[in-house]
């Protein structure tokens, strides 16, 4: 045991954790706090701690995280499972997606007479948008109008084509792009492609889902 104690006592001045001692010479951890109780660790040692201590540190922030994103990916698969689960046989009939279109334009949609036009970032948004437009009514998909809003730092023509090929339209559907002078000098994010505007003028349209609207909006829940 006495050599074991020396043994102790010269790791810990080095640096070395209790619980690298322990695992080194098998002592238990009450009779380690007794035999160091007096033992200065030098500064090298201290410095080796420290620095354990932050890799400690940063593999449990990790880990924390990794379980957070886990946990967070399994509320959402069984957050899914149940709609798909309530859902399952509904018939989204034309009135359905005629609801679901007056919400999307109230919540995204642009106010103006005779034209209907919703603008967004997200493709599968403006998709569902042109989706919704023509399985009810029936539109003339090349008669769509798109603007788009960029940053100062990206490129027409690219985001142009980035949106026709998401959108299954033509870049000759587009109008002037429209860039943002508050962002020169700021580098947009990578996978940001701007805002695009969709219009599409039939006073019609615009009529029956401002008329859904005021009806939704006279609701009860």
Same mark, same amino acid.
Request: glycine share 6%; net charge positive.
């Given at each position: 045991?006495?050599?074991?104690? *020396?043994?102790?006592?010269?790791?810990?001045?080095?640096?070395? %954790?209790?619980?690298?001692?322990? &695992?080194?010479? +098998?002592?238990?951890? !009450? &009779?380690?706090?007794? @035999?160091?109780?007096? %033992?200065?660790?030098?500064?090298?040692?201290?410095? /080796?701690?420290?620095?354990?201590?932050?890799?400690?540190?940063?593999? $449990? /922030?990790?880990?924390?995280?990794?379980?957070?994103? *886990?946990? /967070?990916?399994?509320?959402?698969?069984?957050?899914?499972? +149940?709609?798909?689960?309530?859902?399952?046989?509904? #018939?989204?009939?034309?009135? %359905?997606?005629?609801?679901?279109?007056? =919400?999307?334009?109230? !919540?995204?949609?642009?106010?103006?007479?005779? #034209?209907?036009?919703? !603008?967004?970032?997200?493709?599968?948004?403006?998709?569902? =948008? $042109?989706?919704?437009?023509?399985?009810?009514?029936?539109?003339?998909?090349?008669?769509?109008?798109? =603007?788009?809003?960029?940053?100062?730092?990206?490129?027409?023509?690219?985001?142009?084509?980035? @949106?026709?090929? *998401?959108?299954?339209?033509?870049?000759?559907? =587009?109008?002037?792009?429209?860039?943002?002078?508050? %962002?020169?000098?700021?580098?947009?994010?990578? !996978?940001?492609?701007?805002?695009?505007?969709?219009?599409?003028?039939?006073?019609? $349209?615009?009529?029956?889902?401002?008329?859904?609207?005021?009806? $939704?909006?006279?609701?009860?829940?």
């Amino acid at each position: 045991m006495v050599h074991k104690k *020396e043994d102790a006592i010269k790791m810990r001045k080095k640096g070395k %954790t209790f619980n690298e001692i322990i &695992t080194k010479l +098998g002592v238990a951890k !009450g &009779t380690l706090h007794y @035999w160091l109780r007096d %033992t200065e660790v030098s500064e090298k040692g201290k410095e /080796r701690i420290l620095a354990r201590k932050q890799n400690n540190l940063e593999r $449990i /922030r990790e880990i924390a995280a990794r379980v957070n994103r *886990e946990r /967070r990916l399994e509320a959402v698969r069984k957050a899914e499972e +149940g709609v798909a689960r309530d859902y399952d046989g509904a #018939v989204f009939d034309k009135r %359905t997606k005629e609801l679901a279109l007056a =919400f999307l334009y109230l !919540g995204e949609g642009f106010k103006r007479r005779n #034209v209907v036009a919703v !603008g967004n970032s997200s493709s599968a948004i403006l998709r569902w =948008f $042109i989706e919704l437009l023509d399985s009810i009514y029936g539109i003339d998909r090349e008669k769509l109008k798109l =603007f788009l809003y960029l940053r100062a730092d990206q490129k027409e023509d690219q985001e142009k084509e980035y @949106w026709a090929n *998401e959108l299954s339209l033509s870049k000759s559907q =587009f109008y002037k792009s429209q860039f943002d002078k508050r %962002t020169i000098g700021k580098k947009t994010i990578v !996978g940001y492609h701007g805002v695009c505007a969709i219009y599409y003028h039939n006073t019609e $349209i615009e009529r029956r889902l401002t008329a859904v609207q005021k009806y $939704i909006a006279n609701m009860r829940a």
